[in-house]
Structure formats: structure tokens, C-alpha cells
């Protein structure tokens, strides 16, 4: 349909001997590029778990609850006839042009035989093997023989591209039940797919390990057949796989692989040839396929050659008159051969492998040649490039055989990668949003149109992005779907194009409502109507809203059905009383609070202000706990203040301790003398007798008095510091009205010992207390005898 005016497209008939270019026909790259890609208005009602999918190419997906009574029932399995067409269509299609001979199968009978046998029983098989060593063939071998032995027949799945198992059920779930419109939730494919009772061959397999595991317990009933590389991961040990491994041919078994694939037996030359081939290659029967193809190439120059030798030469021929024969391949020509090949290719095969090098080995359907290559016979070159050996089938379509791409871009067929991918973005870009195009066809390209998306520049990749994804979503392949709506959205973001930005995050939402992932939902679908209230797209919107309330809705009976686990204390009754207080602690702190405890350094057994303090500060309780506690939590305000409070008890325990200290070594000093007068201070040691100081004025102490120790000063009071300018005074005595003890003060070590000046009184006047110190203000006059010795 013309997507501007209405009016039906002109189609032509298609060409070729398989009838597979059906459809549009393609445009040449030049009215490729200039048409426009507005999606058509192709939409597609499907029912996914529990909504209702409304594919819109023009406007976006609208989902909605799913009406009762409308699906949810489990579909019937497939009969007979409906599997033959089914396995029909899982292989790839037929090619027009010279018939491909298929080769045969040399030197697997004991491998074959084993697995037919191992799957008989019901047993899973993993088939290892180099790329090259004919796995893909032994597959076909297999499934031929095991027609019949299983209620679901033999289904052919492709693990290409596939690292996690989902997508495999779902095809699984496609290729035994008849459900075309339908995708069931993951709990309700996980339930069907259990009943399934068939043996799947599953070639190309990537994932290995956990992955695996998942895809085996979920298919008990089902007998798989693996067909992996070495470099594969491993499945686990409790995966109970039998595995056998594939090597290369013997050398009786290459020689008859050359000779069929050649047509004819080998000379002595070729036989030596094709021995030393052998050894270098191991084996692998790819590479004597594309040995056989050297050869033919060999025989046809060889041919032309000898027909040219026969006619006479022209005036005008530069060629030589008598021409040299096309020698053997080397043995490096026939290890890595695929340079060699090309060289001697068609043009148009030539184009078609640049095409593949820019797809990354993915060689588009042989109907989209014709319009990628500029050619109208390029549909034939696929058929040449099978029967040489430079592509294998994949699936239902054809890649690069292994080791291929690698030489083709050494050899420089990857120059010119940027322009093929970005031809073929713009020419699927207006393929996939052609209305006669069937959404499984554009599943069936969901490779080639990813890696054309993957190398193309913004624009092109917004183009293709924007019309193949609805084409994924109709089909049900939405591993595709996802690929292609979050490389539209980067291509989108880059290019500036905000409604096409919106148009793919309402998408990504959409699809992630659907698969229950509503966190991702939520967040895609905010975006979009962002994006979309930005531009006032007001239809948008009301969509993007409408989506959003499911998620909320989801959202809601999610926490109603199954809340998250909660970690509740023990109950207060089952807990004995001694042991009630502690386990009301434990439990209501966390997890990670438990590890390293703190709450057991307060002892609140000990009642003091310190410690209530403390309490106030640091609660034991922080957090209300179902079992009743006697000390209410503290408010909220008074968090706050945890740092005040803090400072305020540290001050107040230096205080206290302080105190503390004083009052001890206050209690350990002697009593103040009973005298009503002042006591004097000591006498230092260097004013004794005999001194040069004192001059021999003040008289020796009494032997029967306490002497002061000379190496301790004297201590002045507490609050008062010694002036330095003040000179000593001469000490004097004070009558005595009892002994009194002597002090036990220690002195200052700071104070230095002086000399005392000569008193005015001629007579001496002897001291009294040697550790005590004068104050400073000026004692009061003695009332004893001058000159009489004070009593101890």
C-alpha cells in the first residue's frame, strides 16, 4: 500500500525457481534511500499473559487488562501435518539457480548410532565439535532417525545469539502448540511447556552452565540433542548430559568427500595433495568441501583454457597462444581458502560477501540481493557461495562459514563495511514497514536487520529502528523487539529526535510491563511522558498515563499478594523473664547492628546521674518493637540533640572526676596549726649556720626539732604563685599552745632556695615550722621573748 495516498503498490511477479522473493519488489538503493519509511498502519491485537498487546506502528502499543473470558485457556498441540510444515519452515529456504548437492556423510555411523540410541532412551546429548566438523549435518542425519519416537515429534531449535533460555522456551512453546497470537507469562509458559514431550535438536548452542540448567528442569519430558563448539561453557555437573565428541575424518573418508564433491576420481597428484591437505586441516569436512570447490574452479579455467587453445587466436587477442595450465592450490591456499574462492566468484557473489562482512557474517535473504546488489540475477549468488563452501546455513537463513569473514577482511572485502551497512539499514528500513510484508518474515531477518542497525549511521538507524520494531513485536520475537527499541532510542538521543526518543522509551515500557519487570516499567514510561508532554503530544500521553496506572496497578497487588520478607523480633511470652530484657534489646536493632553490639557496655543496673546522663544520649531503644518496653523512645527532636548532650556529659565527667581527684589529695595533707596567728615560713636550707649567706647570724635549729628536707622547696598555696620582685621575708615564731605535728605538704619544685637578709635585732630569731610558708601579706608582731627557742 502507498503509505501516503492509500493507493495499492505496484508488485510485480516474483522470479526465481522457489518462488521465495514474494512481497514488494525490492528498490534499487537509490529510491531505497529516498522513499520514506513511515510505518504502515499494520496492527496486531495479541495477548500477553494477562493484557491485551495493541501493536500501533503510528502512535505506539496500547496495553490494557485482558477481558474475562477472552484467551487465558491453553491451546492444542500441533498434529501431524501441521509439524511437517512447521519443521519445513524452521530450515533454510530453497534456492534458485544450478541444485546444491548435498554432501554426504562419511565416517559418522558409530556417532550416529550412539545418539540415536541415547535419545531413544530418553537421555540428553551434548554433540562437541569444532566448527567445521559436520555437526549441522549429523543433526539432519539424527532427526531423520528419530521420526516418530517421541508424542511431539522432533523440533528444530537454533541457539544462535542466545545466552539465556527464555527465548528457546517460547520458540519450543511456538513449535509444539498452535498459538499464533499469543505469549504467555513466564508462570504460564513454564506450565506448558513442562507437558511438552519431544525430542529438540538444538544447534549452534551458546550458553552453558546455569542457563542450561534452567532450560533442562523446565522441558523434564524433553530429549536434547546439543550441538556445541568447544569454546562453549560447560554444563554444570548436575546437568547429567552425555556428551560425545566429533573429530575430524579419517583419510580414506576425505578422499571420497573430494571425490564427490568433484564429480570425478583424483589423479595421484591430487591424492598427495589432498593427504598433506588432511593433515594440516585435521580433518574437518568444511574444508575439503571448499577443497572440492578450488578443484572444480581449477577444472572449468582449465577447460575454458583448452577450448580457447582449440579456435584460432584473433588480430586483436592479448592473450598468449599457447596458455599454462592453472596449477594445484598451496597448502596455505587450501587451509585458508576463502580469498582464493572469492577471486574466482561472480561478481555479484563478490558483492554479496562484502554485504556479509558488513553485517558481521549474516547474509541477507537471497529475495534482497537483487536491490542490495544493484543485479537482477544476485538471488543466484547465494546458491554459489553454499556450493563452495564460503556460507553454511544457520537456522532458517545463511551466515559465513567459520574462518570465512576473518580472510575476506584481510583481503579487503570489510573497506567498504559503513557504506554496505548503511545501504542496507535504508533498504530493510523501507522493507520492514511495507504493509504486504508479514511480521514472521521480518522475524526470520531479525539478524540482518540488527547488525544493519548496529553499523549504520543515526539517521538510517532511527529509520529502520522506528519501522522494524512493531514488525518484532507482532511476530513475538522480542528478544529482537528489546535489541532494536533500545538501539533506536541511542540512535534517537544522538540524532535529536525527541518524539522518536519518546516513541521508543513508551515502547521499552510497554515491553517491560509485560514481562513483569516493573521497576523498569516505571522508569521508561516517566521518560516517555516527559519526552511527550515537552511536545505537547497530548494522544501520547494519555497512553503513556494509561500504561503507568497498570504498572501502579501491578505495583499494588503485588505488595497485597506477596509482601517482602520482614525480619519480626521473637515474641515477648515465649521468652523467660530473666531473659526478657535482653532478647527485647537484641531484637529490636538490626541486622547489621547485631554484628557488633554496643548497647551491653551501659550498665543500667548501676543507678547514677552519669549514666542517665548517657541514657538520655544513646537510647537502648531506638526503634518501637511489638513487644511492650517499661522506657518510652525518646522524640524526634531530641536526636537531634545527641551531640549536645554528648559534649555536655563529657564536660560534666572532667568536672567530676576532677573534684574527685582534689578531694583525695586534699584529705591526704595534714591539718592547718592551731595558732590563731599566721605560720611562718621554713627556713631554706642554705640559710643554716655556717653558711657563707647567712653570715652566722641565725643560730643552728634545735637538735630536738623536726628539720625541714633540703631537697624538697617549699609548696606555695593553691590559687597563689610567688612573686619573683618580692624579697623574703625573715621568719618569726608565734607562741606555742600545743605540739603540733609537723606538715607532710610536698614542695614546689620550682622555688628556688635565697639567702635571708641579717634581721634588725641583733639577737637571732630562731624558726619555727620549717614546712610551712609565710603568707603573703605582713605577719603580725610576736608576742614571746626575742632570742627564746620555740617549742616543739
Known amino acids: 500500500m502507498d503509505r501516503t495516498q492509500g493507493q495499492a503498490h505496484p508488485q510485480e511477479p516474483s522470479t526465481g525457481a522457489s518462488g521465495a522473493a514474494e512481497g514488494p519488489v525490492p528498490p534499487t538503493p537509490a529510491a531505497s534511500s529516498a522513499s520514506s519509511p513511515t510505518p504502515a498502519a499494520r496492527v496486531v491485537t495479541l495477548t500477553a499473559g494477562d493484557f491485551t498487546l495493541t501493536v500501533n506502528p503510528v502512535d505506539g502499543s496500547e496495553i490494557e487488562p485482558r477481558r474475562p473470558g477472552t484467551g487465558g485457556g491453553r491451546p492444542p498441540k500441533r498434529d501431524a501435518a501441521s509439524r511437517t510444515a512447521q519443521d519445513a519452515a524452521a530450515r533454510p529456504p530453497a534456492l534458485p539457480g544450478a541444485v546444491v548437492p548435498a554432501a554426504p556423510l562419511l565416517g559418522r555411523e558409530e556417532e550416529r548410532e550412539r545418539l540415536v540410541r541415547l535419545l531413544g532412551r530418553g537421555r540428553s546429548v551434548r554433540l562437541t565439535g569444532p566448527a567445521g566438523s559436520g555437526r549441522t549435518a549429523l543433526l539432519d542425519a539424527v532427526a531423520s532417525d528419530c521420526a516418530g519416537m517421541a508424542p511431539d515429534g522432533v523440533v528444530r531449535l537454533s541457539g544462535h545469539g542466545h545466552q539465556q533460555p527464555g527465548e528457546l522456551l517460547h520458540a519450543l512453546h511456538a513449535a509444539v502448540f498452535e498459538a499464533s497470537l499469543e505469549r504467555p507469562e513466564r508462570t504460564e509458559l513454564l506450565a506448558r511447556v513442562r507437558d511438552i514431550g519431544a525430542i529438540v535438536l538444538l544447534d549452534d548452542l551458546e550458553m552453558g552452565g546455569s542457563a542450561l540448567d534452567e532450560l533442562l528442569r523446565a522441558t523434564p519430558e524433553c530429549a536434547y540433542l546439543l550441538a556445541a563448539t568447544p569454546d562453549t561453557r560447560a554444563p554444570s555437573d548436575d546437568s547429567h548430559l552425555e ?35 588432511r593433515f594440516a586441516s585435521e580433518g574437518l569436512p568444511l574444508r575439503f568441501v571448499q577443497a572440492a570447490a578450488l578443484l572444480r574452479q581449477r577444472d572449468e579455467l582449465n577447460r575454458l583454457s583448452a577450448e580457447d587453445d582449440d579456435e584460432e587466436p584473433g588480430v586483436f587477442e592479448e592473450r598468449p597462444r599457447d596458455a599454462a595450465q592453472v596449477p594445484l592450490p598451496t597448502l596455505a591456499e587450501g587451509a585458508a581458502p576463502a580469498e582464493l574462492l572469492a577471486s574466482r566468484a561472480s561478481e555479484s557473489a563478490r558483492a554479496a560477501l562484502r554485504i556479509a562482512c558488513a553485517l558481521g557474517g549474516e547474509l541477507p535473504h537471497h529475495a534482497h ?54 545501504t542496507a539499514a535504508r533498504h530493510y528500513a523501507w522493507w520492514t514497514g511495507h504493509a504486504s510484508v508479514a511480521p514472521e518474515r521480518v522475524a526470520a531477518e531479525a539478524d540482518a536487520v540488527v547488525a544493519a542497525l548496529a553499523g549504520a549511521d543515526v539517521v538510517a538507524a532511527v529509520l529502520l529502528a522506528r519501522t522494524a520494531a512493531p514488525a518484532f513485536a507482532a511476530s513475538r520475537h522480542w528478544e529482537a523487539w528489546e535489541r532494536v527499541l533500545r538501539s533506536g532510542a541511542e540512535a534517537a538521543r544522538k540524532a535529536g529526535e525527541v518524539a522518536e526518543q519518546a516513541y521508543f522509551h513508551h515502547e521499552l515500557g510497554v515491553l517491560a510491563l509485560c514481562e513483569g ?20 503530544d497530548k494522544r501520547g500521553t494519555v497512553a503513556g498515563r494509561r500504561a503507568l496506572a497498570l504498572v501502579a496497578d501491578r505495583e499494588a497487588a503485588g505488595v497485597q499478594v506477596s509482601p517482602p520478607l520482614r525480619l519480626e523480633p521473637p515474641a515477648a511470652a515465649a521468652a523467660s523473664p530473666a531473659a526478657r530484657s535482653s532478647e527485647a534489646v537484641t531484637a529490636a536493632l538490626p541486622v547489621t547492628a547485631r554484628v557488633a553490639p554496643v548497647v551491653p557496655v551501659i550498665k543500667r543496673a548501676e543507678p547514677s546521674t552519669l549514666s542517665e546522663v548517657f541514657e538520655e544520649a544513646f537510647p537502648l531503644n531506638p526503634k518501637p518493637a511489638p513487644a511492650p518496653i517499661a522506657r518510652p523512645e525518646p522524640p524526634a527532636r531530641e536526636s537531634r540533640r545527641k551531640p549536645v548532650l554528648l559534649a555536655a556529659a563529657g564536660a560534666l565527667t572532667v568536672a567530676v572526676l576532677g573534684t574527685v581527684v582534689s578531694l583525695a589529695m586534699s584529705s591526704s595533707d595534714s591539718e592547718a596549726p592551731t595558732g590563731g596567728g599566721p605560720a611562718v615560713s621554713s627556713t631554706p636550707a642554705s640559710s643554716l649556720p655556717g653558711t657563707p649567706e647567712s653570715g652566722g647570724n641565725v643560730p643552728a635549729p634545735d637538735p630536738g626539732a623536726p628539720a625541714g628536707d633540703a631537697s624538697e622547696p617549699a609548696s606555695p598555696e593553691p590559687g597563689l604563685s610567688p612573686d619573683p620582685n618580692q624579697s623574703p621575708r625573715t621568719p618569726s615564731r608565734k607562741p606555742a599552745t600545743g605540739p603540733t605535728p609537723p606538715s607532710r605538704t610536698p614542695s614546689t619544685t620550682g622555688s628556688r632556695p635565697t639567702s635571708n637578709p641579717p634581721s634588725p635585732d641583733p639577737k637571732p630569731t630562731p624558726s619555727t615550722d620549717p614546712t610551712t610558708q609565710a603568707p603573703p601579706t605582713t605577719p603580725p608582731p610576736t608576742t614571746g621573748p626575742v632570742g627564746s627557742p620555740s617549742s616543739t
Open 517 to 536: 519487570r516493573l521497576d523498569r516499567a516505571r522508569a521508561e514510561l516517566e521518560a516517555s511522558i516527559g519526552l511527550r508532554g515537552a511536545l505537547a
Open 243 to 277: 556428551e560425545v565428541f566429533l573429530g575430524g575424518l579419517g583419510r580414506t573418508e576425505c578422499l571420497h568427500l573430494l571425490e564427490a564433491g568433484l564429480g570425478r576420481a583424483l589423479t595421484d597428484e591430487e591424492t598427495a595433495w589432498a593427504a598433506d591437505l
Open 369 to 422: 540481493l537483487p536491490a542490495l546488489v544493484g543485479d537482477t540475477h544476485a538471488d543466484a549468488a547465494v546458491a554459489e557461495l553454499l556450493a563452495g563452501g564460503l556460507v553454511t546455513p544457520v537456522g532458517t537463513r545463511y551466515r559465513l562459514a567459520a574462518g570465512v569473514a576473518r580472510q575476506l577482511e584481510e583481503a579487503g572485502y570489510g573497506d567498504t563495511a559503513a557504506e554496505e551497512a548503511r
